[in-house]
């Protein structure tokens, strides 16, 4: 079970975010050779020897020893992470689950996460109305003319992440756009509420190029949206 994401990801008073799930376009798995290993109690920190040089990262508990090889998978990055078990501060550390064990991150309480899509079937809303209205696909394949323009989108909430870096990070779905592209799914961020299964109006800013480090990066997405009434 790959439950580290829908078990750690929230955003607690100790604990600062810098990214949200990676985008499909970027790599998702973290491989390394441990350098060191530090357990507390229900999640293990190692210290990594990567292609792109040393980080840290945690995984759900797990008997690593220095100088095995290991694959995380579902890989997401965090920017200045206090763990409180071990004292310290993280300005950087990657929390994923350890390939081959199916051992979810077991993170501290208060922090949630994004699950996989719970409503990725087949999704057909009718676009908004208004000046500013786009699809998801049109908000994707024309981000560059969009950028910093307000857009109004009508869509299906497939996966809802509150409390992230004081917002809450949604990914949205019209039945515009292709999984083989990637045009199909918009994240976007709020401090309105919501569920997974809701249609819901956003407005919103859209950015381009956001890079949260470590490669995390994001093409495009919505912003400071509001939900409408």
Excluded at 180 to 209: I, R, S
Aim: with cysteine.
């Amino acid at each position: 079970m790959k439950l580290f994401v829908a078990v750690f990801m929230l955003l607690c008073a100790s604990a600062g975010w810098s990214a949200d799930q990676p985008a499909a376009s970027q790599a998702t798995v973290l491989k390394g050779e441990v350098l060191e290993v530090k357990d507390v109690d229900t999640y293990t920190y190692v210290r990594l020897k990567t292609a792109d040089g040393e980080t840290w990262a945690a995984v759900g508990r797990a008997p690593l020893k220095k100088g095995a090889k290991v694959v995380i998978e579902d890989v997401t990055v965090m920017n200045n992470f206090e763990s409180k078990a071990l004292k310290r501060t993280f300005p950087k550390i990657v929390f994923g689950t350890l390939a081959g064990t199916g051992a979810a991150s077991g993170m501290p309480a208060g922090h949630s996460g994004m699950p996989k899509v719970e409503h990725a079937g087949d999704v057909k809303v009718p676009k908004a109305s208004g000046a500013d209205a786009r699809t998801v696909a049109e908000v994707i394949g024309k981000s560059a003319e969009l950028k910093d323009k307000t857009v109004l989108i009508r869509g299906k909430v497939v996966k809802y992440s509150p409390g992230i870096m004081g917002k809450n990070w949604i990914h949205l779905r019209d039945g515009s756009g292709s999984a083989a592209d990637n045009t199909n799914d918009l994240l976007v961020t709020t401090t309105d509420q919501t569920k997974v299964g809701d249609v819901v109006v956003v407005k919103g800013l859209v950015h381009t190029d956001r890079d949260f480090g470590s490669g995390y990066a994001y093409k495009v997405l919505v912003e400071e949206a509001r939900l409408q009434q």
